[in-house]
């Protein structure tokens, strides 16, 4: 693993797949409480502000975790007992979910998926 970047707030580590300046996208590793997801990220040319980024990043992040769950949005609200609403704003990027919960949230997908509990995708 050739990491490129750990957030020190959060402990996410990311690394750098690849980058396509065609389509202007990166694909993107990040573990997060030992959950691997790979993402792939439309790149803004440093028009947004440093919130915006975040907010942007942790959308994709959000659904990469509810993808690797293998739930849709709606089973995976239920599941974690948040409102619906609230987990599609995450994932749309209108709020911010606080950094202790999604690193809450990868984790508990990740020891479901241990316990054989959930399916990982």
């Known amino acids: 693993m ?16 690849r980058s396509d300046k065609r389509y202007k996208t990166d694909v ?7 959950l691997e ?26 659904k990469a975790i509810r993808t690797q769950s293998g739930m849709n949005r709606v089973q995976f609200a239920q599941w974690l007992g948040i409102p619906y609403r609230t987990m599609q704003e995450w ?7 606080p950094d202790y919960l999604l690193r809450l949230i990868a984790y508990k997908v990740k020891n479901e998926q241990e316990a054989g509990r959930i399916a990982p995708a």
């Open 2 to 17: 050739n990491i490129d970047y750990v957030d020190g707030s959060t402990g996410i580590v990311f690394e750098m797949v």
């Open 28 to 34: 993107v590793a990040c573990y997060i409480e030992g």
């Open 37 to 62: 997801l790979v993402i792939e990220m439309e790149r803004t040319g440093g028009r947004e502000s440093e919130a915006q980024s975040k907010k942007r990043l942790y959308s994709y992040l959000t």
């Open 91 to 97: 994932e749309i990027g209108r709020r911010l979910m």
